[in-house]
């Protein structure tokens, strides 16, 4: 299997295990993503990922309606079956940021999505969720591929400032305008 394809698939069964946490009653929960809720984040990921695809000429099935757990669920498995052996992903296009292939934008953008998002579904409810050190390597990296985009309208709000001892996953989530102190709520 194709190693962006792979990654890709691990970030997204790691997403739906938090997806899948939720209870149904918290879905409504206000996220750390300025008016969203846990619900509002879940459809943010389908509605990307799904226009991202679209615009590649590589559109999935009928969006998905449902409780969040259910559209995520059919909108991985669609994605899945679409994205097939991978092969897809080494087709070149000319992105925001000059040519690349549709692999390298799942995994500089989408996946960062969903690694981020799915801390953002665990703070809604008051979990605490973890990144590894290579998802973290893997945040960073993006980060600097997005530079000052990262700030832009709908992307990531301002900088919240942490201790200067904090660690470095709390240390990222500040970067990207979230407060580490979130799932303590």
Excluded: N
């Amino acid at each position: 299997m194709d190693e962006q394809l792979m990654l890709l698939t691990d970030k997204s069964d790691r997403f739906s295990r938090v997806v899948g946490a939720v209870p149904a009653e918290q879905w409504d929960a206000p996220s750390p993503c300025a008016g969203w809720t846990a619900a509002d984040v879940v459809d943010h990921v389908v509605d990307s990922q799904r226009d991202f695809l679209e615009r590649q000429d590589l559109g999935l099935d009928e969006r998905p309606r449902g409780a969040p757990e259910q559209v995520w669920t059919h909108h991985v498995t669609a994605l899945r079956r679409r994205l097939g052996d991978g092969a897809d992903l080494r087709r070149e296009y000319d992105g925001y940021f000059g040519t690349t292939t549709i692999g390298a934008t799942l995994v500089d953008f989408y996946v960062f999505d969903l690694i981020v998002h799915r801390w953002d579904i665990a703070a809604s409810v008051g979990r605490d969720e973890r990144f590894t050190e290579a998802e973290l390597d893997q945040m960073e990296a993006s980060m600097k591929v997005f530079g000052d985009a990262l700030y832009a309208e709908g992307v990531c709000a301002a900088p919240v400032p942490v201790p200067a001892d904090a660690s470095r996953q709390d240390r990222v989530l500040g970067l990207l305008g979230r407060d580490p102190a979130t799932p303590a709520r």
